[in-house]
């Protein structure tokens, strides 16, 4: 098992551009969520899903996109980046609401 | 909403030092309560967790009482080693929101030789 995989490790944008962070996992989990990681602050849910076809909005998810055409991806889109979305994210799943969380290996992401 | 308040750090020790991280909540009904590890440049992994007052949740000689009349989950260690140098988050979830975790802020520990 690979567990919880994220393309890429690590992408510079200029202000305006746009990107999907990929997340992909080969445990069969339902539940699959995005998280950005800033200094001080914790993990901040930004969107997750309970299954496919299915995504709600967490803390912070403005200026985030996301779908859930499969279990195995979660993709999650920047459609107009900006300096405020520099940030590592964090992609995550796990079986059902009481199952163990495993995190991806995070992407960080510049937006100059 | 929900929150997870934990002691601002770097927190600096001697290898073989006692060790606290103090974490309180606040949360309405009855959370579950974790903590997750962060080795530098690596994702977070589940330390421990507690799913219901007074459990006491254990792992690699860290643990961690669920402490609801104090709204607190600190962690301790009774001697830390160098490898256990990383950051520690406390965290909590509750059955609404898909049960998505609630994070502190973070707490980097640093183990001398």
């Known amino acids: 098992n690979a567990g919880v995989t994220q393309t890429p490790k690590f992408q510079v944008l200029k202000t305006g551009q746009s990107m999907t962070l990929q997340c992909a996992q080969d445990m069969n989990h339902e539940y699959m969520s995005w998280y950005r990681q800033d200094p001080g602050m914790g993990l901040r849910l930004i969107h997750y899903?309970?299954?496919?076809?299915?995504?709600d909005q967490g803390e912070v998810p403005n200026g985030y996109n996301v779908s859930r055409s499969t279990t195995e991806d979660f993709p999650l889109r920047l459609l107009s980046a900006a300096p405020s979305q520099t940030s590592v994210y964090f992609c995550?799943?796990?079986?059902?609401?009481?199952?163990?969380?495993?995190f991806g290996p995070g992407t960080r992401l510049l937006v100059l | 909403g929900d929150s997870v308040t934990q002691m601002e750090g770097p927190v600096t020790l001697s290898e073989e030092a006692f060790l606290t991280i103090n974490c309180t909540y606040t949360a309405t009904g009855y959370p579950s309560l974790f903590w997750y590890v962060q080795y530098p440049g690596e994702g977070l992994q589940l330390l421990l967790k507690?799913?219901?007052?007074?459990d006491k949740g254990s792992n690699k000689g860290f643990e961690a009482t669920y402490r609801k009349e104090t709204t607190s989950f600190h962690l301790e260690k009774g001697s830390v080693q160098v490898s256990d140098s990383a950051v520690y988050f406390c965290a909590l979830t509750k059955r609404n929101a898909g049960n998505m975790l609630t994070f502190g802020g973070g707490t980097r520990l640093m183990v001398k030789p």
């Open positions: 995550a799943s796990r079986t059902g609401p009481a199952g163990t969380q495993y």
């Open positions: 899903s309970v299954g496919a076809g299915i995504t």
């Open positions: 507690a799913t219901k007052a007074d």
